[in-house]
């Protein structure tokens, strides 16, 4: 097996592992605090992404956090220097102050909802991977939703919402994923 097969495979493994607490609910996952859990998510989304128009293939992958400093605090520790495919990882800290358009993943922490429907909208057209808590955000516009279920993280995701921008998400993580359709028709 090739390093980079390889590499793939120890990802995909520990992806999984995270996505999946290896059965196990949230309790027991020890030291693992929820924004830790959900800093995991968004950077292993990342990872199965892919993003059209990205000019620069070494480029930074720009993951940007609204409104949760204790998930901006985790993504910055799991980051630290860390690649996504062969890419350098940035935070944007503060971002309501900047143009969301040039986040990779964008997670909506504690937004309210008619400033996150502003956003969405705002971004109507950006090729923009939007993540937020509970199923229902991608049954409204979103993409990825964070959700626990039996005592763990999952999360729903809306593929044609993110194929109408040109977002690409990997197979194998849309089969992790639970699958939902918008609930209202996006022209």
Known sequence: MSTRAASKCRTLAALVA?????QAGLESQGAVTQPALKAAFLYNFAKFAQWPGDPV????ITLCVLDD???EDALGQLVNGGLVNGRAVTILRGTHNRSLRGCHVLYFGDTDP??????LDELKNAAVLTVADGDQFPRNGGMVGLFIEDGRMRFAINADA???VGVRLSSRLLSLAKLVKDTHANP
Not at 18 to 22: A, D, E, I, K, P
Not at 57 to 60: A, I, R
Not at 114 to 119: E, M, T, V, Y
């Open 57 to 60: 293939p070494s480029s930074p």
């Open 69 to 71: 400093a204790s998930v």
């Open 114 to 119: 008619g400033r996150a429907i502003a956003i």
């Open 18 to 22: 995270v996505l999946l607490g290896s």
């Open 162 to 164: 993110a194929q109408r």
